[in-house]
């Protein structure tokens, strides 16, 4: 909500100039020579006047200090630095006011800042930063290096000595003002100047923007080395926003698309907060920052990369501005923001204050969902459903007498009439020594943790490298134990590893076409492998040939996802858009002369349809407990909630990326480890050009967007650790990306693979980490407090021995 405290009607156009706006103080020039300073607190009260500039005022700027309150402001011929306490004390003393020359006749400043400690500001003209003395007159820093004019500069919150500049050159430099020197110099971002630059010290991070609209943040090292963490587009954002608005009537959809898109120019930014908003309810996110553009203010939630909201003056009909040419940004009290901005095209300056408790409104989203069931399964629900065994049928007996023998034995003991007669008497033996068994041996199975080290360390360290094949490994499981994994082939191969990946796996043949999915049971006792030849098969360890297959023309559409579900009672698959639901018995007892057949049953109970039959891309469901919610995601960008309790979609999430969703995973955790409750109703989704989104399912939005790794055309994998403090993600620039869940910025990059990481797998019990390539490679990483050394198995390959066809 906006409230306009002070409008003031100027002498002349203000509409690109830096104004000043602190918590108390708002500043604006007067006949371009002078300086009125206004008291937010009582805009009533006489205003302050300040002179001393002989040529126009062309920037301002306060303090980040609040006793005292420094104001800073630039002509062409001087810079003055005032004390605004000071100021009003001489002047209700009848003495003039007077401030500090801290420079002379540097040109025309466009920008002015301060440090934090209000020791040194850095004053922006032509293509020069100067950083100056705000004691004394002294030019401590002549920084050039830009191509084109400066438009601004700030000081680094958390490094005294790094400072940042963007340019109408549309690069930005970091600077160390100890050396004087540029440590980090940027490509061109845009084809429009950058006009701000901003800092986020919670995350060590700087936000810059530029005239059409384009933000970019980037994550700032301890060297001044600048790595990209998001890019956002104004524009886009603000369509998203629009799209996902829950009601949009048909009046407001014909007036947007009648009117005149322009461009949205990012010329302030500034962290969403209030000074003294101590509150933890009302406290804003530390993700979310404001954009004062030409039409309104945005509020940009910068872990997801989203618009949280938009205000726009033609909201609002009773302010006196439409346009805005300037804006002036500062944290109020009462949980408000104050901000300071100058009419694009009249000569208006307008004060306005921000409600940021109408900004938690809009976070608190409609009903949610959790993975854990609140009730009991329905009576009719298709999860009570049973599977009936059939009961084997025996040949009645025919009634009648039989012979019978009289001895039960095949032979009798002979009574030893015929033995010769023993001549020595029973014994007993005193002098025996006994002699000890041998121990039994102890196989060693290969200890796991009891526990899943939970301050652990990711795993980065490489530890072995297998060449299993020459084709992709298009997908990766450990079992539930994490003794075994499986590894699908895009030669319609499934290999069966040992954890280790020593030894020489368990190959299983019988698909046509590359494998799509694995996935194990909760029991362990089998797994299924589904391909792209229509075919999904139930594998034992018992026997070389599966014991269920599910093909033959009973799916039209490839098999998008498949595993098993509720406590390994059914099997969920998804083929086209219907997501189907069976019960199965698997059998592993074969008849010799009736080797084909298969004694395995599989009935189908469920047969569920997406909303608007968008075909299905990828699902996911919790088999190590039960769990009603299924995961659904369709070709049209959606994702779709299925409560399995009453067999329908309890929820749909419209356009949740830019593309179709190719991988979906949720925080399942493991059977070593254990999470907060909360933690396992988020989840994971990957879409090409999109990165990885993680989702609350409580609120069904976006929590926070990752997308340092490259994806734009192959399949890449995403996973959760099981503590739940990591994920990862393949890429296509030979590396796989590890990130803390808390932060957009990548944690490890893991380079020299061979080629594009499309599987990621995390060990359910050790902090380790498996990836598989398109060309066919293996590497696990372990964390560094692993105990395996360096090994290099390349010389195992596919075609080896223990081979099942």
Not at 64 to 86: F, N
Not at 201 to 229: M, N, Y
Not at 385 to 391: D, F, G, P, T, Y
Not at 564 to 592: C, E, H, M, Q
């Amino acid at each position: 909500m906006m409230i306009e405290k002070l409008s003031l009607a100027c002498d002349r156009l203000l509409s690109h100039q830096q104004l000043a706006c602190c918590q108390r103080y708002c500043g604006i020039p007067l006949h371009g020579k002078d300086m009125l300073i206004y008291n937010n607190m009582d805009v009533q009260q006489k205003s302050l006047l300040l002179t001393g500039h002989h040529g126009d005022i062309s920037a301002m700027t306060f303090g980040q200090g609040s006793r005292p309150v420094m104001l800073c402001s630039a002509s062409a011929d001087y810079i003055i630095v005032w004390d605004i306490e000071l100021c009003a004390t001489r002047t209700n003393e009848g003495k003039i006011a007077a401030g500090i020359v801290i420079g002379t006749l540097l040109g025309e400043v466009v920008h002015l800042s301060f440090c934090f400690s209000d020791e040194r500001v850095v004053a922006c003209s032509g293509k020069t930063a100067y950083v100056l003395s705000s004691k004394r007159q002294e030019v401590i820093s002549a920084l050039t290096g830009h191509l084109g004019p400066l438009t601004s500069a700030e000081f680094c919150p958390w490094n005294k000595d790094i400072l940042v500049t963007t340019s109408e050159d549309r690069t930005f430099k970091v600077w160390d003002l100890k050396t004087e020197a540029v440590v980090h110099q940027s490509f061109v971002l845009s084809a429009t100047p950058l006009l701000s630059v901003f800092f986020l010290e919670d995350d060590r991070q700087l936000i810059t923007g530029s005239t059409d609209g384009q933000v970019w943040c980037f994550s700032l090292s301890v060297d001044g080395k600048c790595h990209l963490v998001a890019k956002m587009d104004i524009q886009k954002m603000e369509k998203r926003h629009q799209m996902q608005q829950e009601a949009v009537s048909q009046q407001a959809a014909v007036a947007e698309q009648s009117a005149v898109e322009t461009s949205k120019p990012v010329i302030k930014m500034a962290l969403c907060g209030s000074s003294t908003d101590t509150n933890t309810d009302h406290k804003k996110d530390n993700s979310w920052f404001c954009i004062g553009s030409s039409d309104g203010l945005y509020v940009v939630d910068l872990a997801t990369s989203e618009l949280v909201t938009a205000l726009y003056f033609k909201d609002y009909p009773n302010l006196s501005i439409r346009m805005a040419g300037s804006w002036s940004i500062s944290p109020g009290s009462n949980n408000s923001m104050l901000v300071l901005v100058s009419s694009l095209f009249t000569p208006n300056v307008v004060l306005l204050e921000l409600r940021l408790c109408d900004f938690g409104q809009i976070r608190a989203g409609g009903e949610g969902f959790s993975v854990f069931p609140s009730a009991p399964p329905l009576l009719d629900s298709p999860l009570k459903v049973e599977l009936k065994k059939k009961e084997p049928n025996h040949p009645k007996k025919k009634a009648g007498i039989k012979d019978q023998p009289l001895v039960f034995h095949t032979k009798v003991k002979s009574s030893g009439y015929t033995s010769a007669p023993r001549m020595t008497m029973f014994s007993p033996k005193t002098n025996v020594q006994k002699i000890s068994s041998p121990k039994k041996a102890h196989k060693k199975t290969g200890l796991l943790h009891r526990d899943y080290p939970a301050d652990s360390a990711a795993p980065t360290i490489p530890c072995i490298d297998l060449s299993v094949a020459g084709k992709q490994v298009s997908c990766l499981q450990y079992s539930g134990d994490g003794k075994q994994i499986l590894c699908g082939l895009g030669d319609s191969s499934v290999l069966l590893y040992k954890s280790c990946l020593t030894g020489n796996p368990t190959v299983y043949l019988g698909h046509d076409k590359p494998v799509s999915g694995v996935s194990w049971s909760l029991s362990r006792q089998w797994w299924l492998s589904a391909s792209e030849d229509l075919s999904l098969r139930i594998w034992t360890h018992c026997c070389s040939e599966p014991a269920i297959i599910m093909g033959n023309t009973m799916f039209s559409k490839p098999i998008k996802g498949a595993q098993f579900y509720y406590l390994d009672k059914f099997l969920l698959l998804a083929s086209g858009p219907i997501l189907y639901l069976y019960l199965y018995n698997v059998d592993n007892t074969r008849d010799d002369i009736k080797r084909c057949q298969q004694r395995s049953v599989v009935r189908q109970t469920g047969c569920f349809t997406t909303t608007s039959a968008t075909h299905i891309t990828a699902l996911s469901a919790i088999n190590d407990f039960f769990s009603y919610i299924v995961l659904v995601c369709g070709s049209d960008r959606s994702i779709q909630v299925f409560d399995m309790n009453k067999g329908t979609v309890a929820s749909e999430l419209p356009d949740a990326h830019s593309r179709a969703i190719h991988c979906i995973t949720q925080n399942k955790g493991s059977a070593f480890s254990t999470q907060a409750p909360d933690s396992y109703n988020l989840f994971l989704t990957s879409a090409v050009t999109d990165g990885v989104k993680i989702w609350d399912l409580r609120t069904l939005r976006c929590v926070r967007r990752y997308e340092n790794h490259v994806n734009r055309c192959h399949p890449c994998s995403s996973a959760f650790s099981p503590c739940g403090r990591f994920i990862a993600s393949g890429s296509e620039d030979n590396c796989a990306y590890v990130y803390d869940i808390r932060s957009s910025t990548y944690l490890h990059k893991l380079p020299k693979h061979s080629d594009t990481v499309l599987s990621v797998a995390f060990h359910p019990a050790k902090p380790e980490l498996l990836t598989g390539t398109l060309d066919g490679k293996l590497r696990l990483f372990q964390s560094s407090s692993g105990s395996y050394l360096s090994l290099d198995t390349s010389a195992a390959g596919h075609s080896v021995p223990n081979m099942t066809a």
